[in-house]
DNA sequence: TTCTAAATTGATAACGATTCTCATTTAATA
DNA sequence: TATTAAATGAGAATCGTTATCAATTTAGAA
């Protein structure tokens, strides 16, 4: 399905700042980007999509449920595709690499939980913080003291 | 144990913001401030503890291990005691009411995952967002839109 | 295809949370 | 008590993000 497509499907004006960006997230070889993270491969392959145009397409593919807020670092939210099953991350402490991994028990036991203190679950965001000690990320570790 | 005790045995010297930052978290009915909450609360019963020193303070409880960051809600930070077991959080999406549960079967299972991809685990996050739609949280809804 | 109204964009100002700077004050200790 | 390093207040600076507004583009009617 092409991202045009998907853009109409979910009720949103089909412009090029939109479609470059989904296609962005559709391209398999990319997830959790944050809004910088999109500008800047933006800028190498296109011109002309503003910074802000970034975060308002951001926050609408967000609105439509295309996409899904992220906080796996301080400072700044990242986006991924809002696929039907959840998966939750593991975020390297020391050089920031991510992982995704899937808990298929989790979501019963969360909504056990919400439900036992009169919550009505909505989502969660699991996110194990831990160091992979790769050559690559000592290499990192290193670079930045 | 007091806060002064405390200080000390973290290493830290002594000194009013300090003491009196720590003894807001060491009283048991608060948890998860954010440094404009610990401000405001300053703010009411003593005279001179400015914004930027809540936040050194808050960074430097936090690096002796005093304090814990939270990152349950988009925006800002919050800080709680630093408990040798560590507890999860609820989140009403909706009035952003915060209640602590304890899962104590996590740990484990998330040390285990972190090692299977190779990781050690440092700690972990996990926020249940869900509403709690109680009278008072209908009231705030209310009053946001 | 052209026209029109409404939605989207770029440029940039504004904002809120947080960090930094630096002169002044305070805590630890000799 | 005097010395020195650490902590503080005031405010500037920074960073991610949102808001403003005039100009452009889209979708759909004519």
Redesign the interface.
């Given at each position: 399905m092409s991202s045009g497509t998907t853009l109409q499907n979910l009720g949103l004006r089909k412009t090029y700042a939109r479609i470059q960006i989904a296609k962005l997230f559709e391209d398999s070889h990319v997830s959790h980007l944050s809004a910088k993270d999109v500008f800047a491969k933006l800028a190498k392959q296109h011109e002309g999509i503003s910074l802000g145009t970034v975060y308002r397409v951001l926050g609408d593919l967000t609105d439509v449920g295309f996409l899904r807020?992220l906080?796996l670092e301080?400072g700044f939210?990242s986006y991924e595709l809002n696929g039907k099953e959840q998966h939750d991350h593991?975020v390297?402490?020391k050089c920031h690499k991510v992982?995704q991994?899937d808990?298929f028990f989790d979501h019963d036991?969360?909504e056990a939980?919400?439900r036992q203190?009169?919550?009505?679950?909505?989502?969660?965001?699991?996110?194990?913080?831990?160091?992979?000690?790769?050559p690559a990320c000592k290499k990192q570790s290193i670079k930045e003291n």
């Open positions: 807020r906080h301080e939210v593991l390297c402490t992982l991994f808990d036991r969360y939980i919400a203190h009169g919550f009505s679950l909505s989502h969660h965001s699991l996110v194990l913080y831990a160091s992979c000690d790769t």
